[in-house]
């Protein structure tokens, strides 16, 4: 059975940080680029980052480059997403994804004062 399960979202302030996990099970992830998307509130879905199979290669949105960073740890087959000087309107469910296999239900990030 494929799971997808994100942790780590929560409440933070603007300028704060937040690490978040995708620990999955189910299938082969040392073979699978990983996605790391996010759904506003209202409903618009935008990709974050990408990581290739083996990490040699990385995509970010411009929204975000230079302040998250994507990894993986095949041998955990879990993916992370590191996100520094996190702005208000970063607040969203976000969400990891491999095409064709599936997507977890989401952890929610809200940047507030």
């Known amino acids: 059975q494929v799971q997808f399960v994100e942790s780590g979202g929560g409440l933070v302030q603007p300028g704060g940080s937040l690490r978040l996990s995708c620990v999955t099970s189910g299938f082969t992830f040392s073979s699978y680029a990983i996605n790391w998307y996010r759904q506003f509130p209202q409903k618009e879905r935008e990709l974050v980052a990408a990581i290739a199979s083996f990490g040699d290669n990385r995509i970010y949105a411009d929204s975000v480059k230079g302040r998250f960073t994507i990894s993986r740890d095949n041998a955990k087959s879990t993916a992370y997403l590191q996100m520094n000087n996190l702005k208000p309107e970063g607040t969203a469910v976000y969400y990891c994804?491999?095409?064709?296999?599936?997507r977890g239900q989401g952890t929610q990030v809200t940047v507030s004062s």
């Open positions: 994804n491999v095409a064709r296999i599936g």
